[in-house]
């Protein structure tokens, strides 16, 4: 066997999304001799990272001011016009702008790849001289004496799925830091850790979540309007009592980024979150849009949910979470990306005046602290019951009441009341209290079947590696996930991982086909038992999204 080795550094941040190449390069700007380790689990920068986007610039603006002459790709399409759609089956109807907050407007906002702004800010980053590394996921956290974190430790390579070592074997390396920075996105499965060992979430609301499903079309130029922004809500999830909405930008390039988010708290079993978005497309007012069309691109991820009330402390010995790890979506405007680049910017303040002090592993207080007097804070109570109102009453009801709430809000004289979240697979129900959903079948034009799409998410995963979802207990799987709730995971899947393999005289075999798996992480939050776990597969494997 190798010996590990071990590299120093300053400060090492885990997720090269936006927020954690903010972190990177306000730490640079305030101290450009720092040693700075970006460690990114995808293929490059960007081939994990997937959103809409419509992105607030007020965080980029803040970052690096004069953003929109470096060539950003961010900047080639402002929002032109912006539309929010209540949807029948056959019509919709458009919901006037007067009746939503200010806040609400996309004026001054940008719709483009999140992938592609992640990679420009990874170039701004290794410009000033910050280690970015691809492909080395952090599998392990370290730890020193005093239980402060100490660093990580890479995957190891070259890993059979029977554990023994392959001929190509290499063992992680050691990435020692004075802090490290948890930037691994929704549901990341150390910042899962860090949560229940420094017990972050004992004074705050459990984290709740959405599944974002998205496609990018090529569409008829005649048909393209770019920057224009259209947000539906009502059919098909009214249907079957859940809530969600769709997006549709025109982007760049003759491009339409378009997807459907299903929100994780839904009843009914037989959901599946894919085929809403399938059949979603068929409403006559998007499949215009799409006639003479063509699909070049499919990814799906979960998206967090809880808003302010399910931020948790965000500071631990050694260690923060930033960005989606910590989870500051605004989910009435459908955007994070800005308060997740904001967060890594404080982080790296605070992370900065400590090292400058002769601190090192120390708590960082005042990054909490900040976050919380920030316009991060400001902005999240605004939309704080926005959510769980929708989630309690509705989609109908409850988005006049969210709405009332935002405006009171926004008028500072709202409630002084915080509604409560619980996780979302408690909200299963057993599969004897529901109908099957008669999905229709895909057209190979508009629609398409899970396996199909996932080719186009350019998914890839060594060979004859350990498969990186775990199940925990395989006959709970069988006699709950099952038996009870009739084998949920084989529809909130969006890549089809997961199939009951059902033979007469045989025991149900659960078939896990995990170089499918996009990494959206919904099983690890859906599953009934909380059964599966998500781990982070060989460095490289998973999705390579182009410009998503």
């Given amino acids: ?47 994990h990272v997937l959103s809409g986007a419509v992105v607030d610039p007020k965080a980029l603006d803040e970052l690096l001011p004069e953003w929109r002459t470096m060539d950003c790709p961010m900047a080639q399409t402002p929002v032109t016009d912006n539309w929010h759609w209540v949807m029948s089956k056959t019509g919709k109807w458009d919901m006037p702008h007067l009746l939503m907050p200010p806040f609400m407007s996309n004026d001054g906002n940008y719709t483009g790849s999140l992938g592609n702004l992640s990679r420009w800010l990874a170039e701004q980053a290794e410009e000033l001289g910050v280690m970015v590394f691809p492909g080395f996921p952090a599998s392990e956290v370290l730890f020193d004496d005093s239980g402060a974190v100490a660093g990580v430790l890479t995957q190891d390579m070259g890993i059979a799925e029977d554990d023994s070592h392959k001929p190509d074997y290499q063992p992680g390396m050691e990435i020692l830091a004075k802090y ?11 910042t899962k850790k860090m949560k229940a060992r420094f017990d972050l979430e004992a004074d705050c609301q459990p984290q709740i979540y959405g599944l974002g499903v998205k496609e990018l079309w090529d569409v008829d ?57 399938q059949r979603w497309k068929h409403h006559p007012e998007i499949a215009e849009l799409l006639e003479g069309g063509k699909r070049v691109a499919y990814g799906a991820r979960a998206i967090n949910e809880g808003g302010w009330q399910s931020v948790p402390k965000l500071a631990f010995p050694g260690g923060a979470l930033i960005g989606c790890a910590a989870g500051f979506v605004n989910v009435p405007r459908i955007k994070g990306s800005h308060t997740a680049m904001k967060s890594g910017m404080l982080a790296a303040e605070s992370v900065a005046a400590a090292i400058a ?51 009171m809000r926004t008028l500072k004289i709202g409630l002084p009341i915080s509604m409560k979240h619980e996780p979302d697979y408690t909200h299963l129900q057993r599969a004897d209290l529901y109908k099957p959903i008669d999905y229709p079948k895909p ?106």
């Fill in 357 to 407: 002090a002769g601190h090192e592993k120390t708590e960082l207080a005042e990054y909490d602290a900040a976050v919380r007097s920030s316009w991060i804070a400001e902005e999240l109570k605004k939309v704080q019951n926005a959510q769980p109102a929708v989630a309690k009453y509705g989609a109908d009801i409850g988005t006049v009441l969210a709405g009332i709430d935002m405006w």
């Fill in 1 to 47: 066997m190798s010996e590990r080795e071990s590299m120093p550094c300053d400060v090492v941040i885990i997720g090269g999304g936006v927020a954690g190449l903010a972190a990177a390069i306000r730490l640079k700007q305030l101290n450009e001799d720092l040693e700075i380790v970006v460690l990114e689990k995808g293929s490059e920068i960007g081939a």
């Fill in 180 to 190: 490290t920075l948890f930037a691994e996105g929704v549901r990341g499965n150390l």
């Fill in 443 to 548: 057209d190979g034009v508009l629609s398409f079947d899970r396996l199909t799409n996932v080719a186009f998410s350019y998914t890839n995963h060594a060979e004859n590696q350990p498969v990186h979802l775990k199940v925990c207990d395989m006959d709970l799987q069988r006699r709950s996930e099952l038996e009870v709730f009739a084998g949920p995971s084989t529809r909130y899947c969006p890549a089809g991982v997961y199939e009951w393999v059902l033979e007469d005289g045989k025991e149900p075999v659960f078939v896990i086909n995990s170089q499918n798996c996009v990494h959206c992480k919904t099983c690890d939050i859906k599953d009934p038992n909380q059964n599966i776990e998500w781990v982070t597969p060989e460095g490289g494997g998973g999705p390579n999204y182009p410009n998503m």
């Fill in 221 to 277: 130029p005649a048909k393209h309007v770019p920057g224009r922004v259209i947000h539906t809500q009502g059919w098909p999830l009214s249907e079957s009592h859940s809530w969600g909405g769709g997006f549709i930008y025109h982007q760049a390039d003759g491009q339409v980024a378009l997807g459907f988010v299903t929100a994780l708290d839904y009843e009914n079993p037989y959901v599946s979150p894919y085929q809403e978005f």
